[in-house]
């Protein structure tokens, strides 16, 4: 089993920038991949941006190009996403995943594994 959690979310003015984490733990030499996803009322899951353990390649939507940068810590098995210039329509839960796979993956379905989701509000 592989357990995530997410921190770092929180309420932001428009133009604000945070960081999330998503600690990993657990059997965690079967995480290849994490992915940064966000739901917000009334919508679908949809993608933001992943990341490969084994070379730190990423992979961004393109709402969260040039502004939202994904990293990873192998030493502490942490995953970032660092939101710059958010604005109101980024308010949304915000969660990771990974997946036994290091290829790319947009769709929820391709993890196996979920954190609990933290929520981020953007203020206009």
């Known amino acids: 089993q592989v357990q995530l959690v997410e921190s770092g979310g929180g309420l932001v003015q428009a133009g604000g920038s945070l960081r999330l984490s998503c600690a990993v733990s657990?059997?965690?030499?079967?995480?290849?991949?994490t992915g940064w996803f966000r739901q917000a009322p009334g919508k679908e899951r949809e993608f933001v941006a992943f990341?490969?353990?084994?070379?730190?390649?990423?992979y961004y939507a393109d709402s969260a190009k040039g502004r939202f940068t994904i990293s990873r810590d192998n030493a502490k098995n942490t995953v970032y996403l660092q939101m710059n210039s958010l604005n109101p329509e980024d308010t949304a839960v915000y969660y990771c995943?990974?997946?036994?796979?290091?290829?790319?993956?947009?769709?929820?379905?391709?993890?196996?594994?979920w954190g609990q989701g933290t929520q981020v509000t953007v203020s206009s």
């Open positions: 657990g059997r965690t030499f079967s995480s290849y991949a």
């Open positions: 990341i490969r353990w084994s070379d730190a390649s990423t």
């Open positions: 995943a990974t997946r036994s796979n290091g290829l790319l993956a947009r769709t929820p379905n391709d993890y196996s594994y």
